[in-house]
């Protein structure tokens, strides 16, 4: 069956770090990949997207690139702030609607100042 | 402003006694889900609405009802509440495939319900 992997939490880093969370999916054909970030206390939002293998999704300084090869979608942001303090899904979908959309299982990041 | 809208935002209840979970959309979209969101297991859809009086089961619905009516509103019920059914419930939107959707889903701001 399709689903996503990521990489366990919880994530702690200092101000300015480098971020990386890790995103490895199985699916039968050629999904769609999305990261949604949710912020304390609200619902899910999404971050950004990428529809076919080598498209690079970019957001607020977040990036991360299809990579079919590896069947990855890792999420990288090159310097983090605690406002980026949130709990990040990757998540995929087959159909061109959102009725199929697997969620990997969240990763919790926490930024200190 | 374009939301979806959950009522209660917290709620605590007592096994049995039934209740209802409101989900409003003001967008037109087609699609509405419910999600319930536990600890290490992310987000699980219980039902979903691919438009008016078309609904689907997800992959855990066992204990849940919901009704499409109306475009913009998919209630989610629970007619015999369990302390299983603790959890974080989310009720999400968007336009289907058919009408140019992407996958973007739009999700409500969450319900919290705890059942004793």
């Known amino acids: 069956g399709n689903s996503v992997t990521q990489m366990e939490g919880p994530v702690t880093l200092s101000e300015e770090a480098f971020l990386t969370i890790n995103c490895t999916y199985t699916?039968?054909?050629?999904?769609?990949l999305f990261w949604y970030v949710q912020y304390p206390g609200e619902g899910l939002q999404l971050l950004l997207k990428?529809?076919?293998?080598?498209d690079k999704g970019s957001n607020k300084g977040f990036e991360a690139t299809y990579r079919k090869e590896t069947t990855s979608f890792h999420l990288e942001k090159g310097s983090v702030q605690v406002s980026d303090s949130a709990v990040y899904f990757c998540?995929?979908?087959?159909?061109?609607?959102?009725?199929?959309?697997?969620f990997g299982q969240g990763t919790r990041l926490t930024i200190n100042p | 402003e374009a939301q979806v809208t959950q009522n209660p935002r917290y709620l605590i209840t007592v096994t049995g006694k039934k209740l209802t979970v409101t989900c409003s959309q003001n967008?037109?979209?087609?699609?509405m889900s419910w999600y319930r969101q536990d600890p290490g297991l992310g987000l699980r859809q219980i039902y979903y609405?691919?438009?008016?009086?078309?609904?689907d089961k997800g992959d855990v619905p066992e204990g849940y009802k919901v009704s499409r009516k109306e475009k913009r509103n998919f209630p989610l019920i629970l007619e015999s509440p369990s302390p299983n059914q603790t959890s974080l419930y989310f009720c999400?939107?968007?336009?289907?495939?058919?009408?140019?959707?992407?996958?973007?889903?739009?999700f409500g701001e969450g319900s919290r319900l705890t059942v004793l």
């Open positions: 999400a939107s968007s336009f289907s495939g058919t009408s140019g959707g992407t996958g973007e889903l739009f």
């Open positions: 699916a039968t054909g050629y999904p769609s």
């Open positions: 990428a529809t076919k293998a080598d």
């Open positions: 998540a995929l979908t087959l159909g061109q609607g959102a009725q199929k959309l697997v």
């Open positions: 967008m037109n979209h087609e699609y």
């Open positions: 609405s691919m438009n008016v009086e078309v609904t």
